[in-house]
Nanobody
Framework: VQPQAFGGGLVQAGGSLRLSCVAS????VGWFRQAPGKDREFVAA????????YYGDSVTGRFFISRDNAKNTVHLEMNSLKSEDTAVYYC??????????????????WGQGTQVTVSS
């Protein structure tokens, strides 16, 4: 049931990366990130049917979340990356709800995280 996140890496400022999260079913999914010494931060979320998406203030207009339910995969397209986007990115799924949340505690299962490093 644990989702698997992958796609992180090292990229120069202004570049792009695409993260993917593969789950065992079709669930609302949220992406969060955590930089060293900082709290976990909400990045983006998507409902089961893609009808509703939401972004954190710091990524709005630069990051885009989408999903392919045939493959149980959620993507996070990250553009115009900045050094402050450097963090471990986690995807999480809500197993017993049809809606997303910005609150980490409302997610039931978490992926292992993937490191994104943006060099300036």
């Amino acid at each position: 049931v644990q989702p698997q996140a992958f796609g992180g890496g090292l990229v120069q400022a202004g570049g792009s990366l695409r993260l993917s999260c593969v789950a065992s079913g079709t669930y609302p999914v949220g992406w969060f990130r955590q930089a060293p010494g900082k709290d976990r931060e909400f990045v983006a979320a998507i409902s089961r049917d893609s009808g509703s998406v939401y972004y954190g203030d710091s990524v709005t207009g630069r990051f885009f979340i989408s999903r392919d339910n045939a493959k149980n995969t959620v993507h996070l397209e990250m553009n115009s990356l900045k050094s402050e986007d450097t963090a471990v990115y986690y995807c999480a799924a809500r197993l017993h709800s049809s809606t997303w949340s910005v609150t980490p505690q409302r997610y039931d299962v978490w992926g292992q995280g993937t490191q994104v490093t943006v060099s300036s």
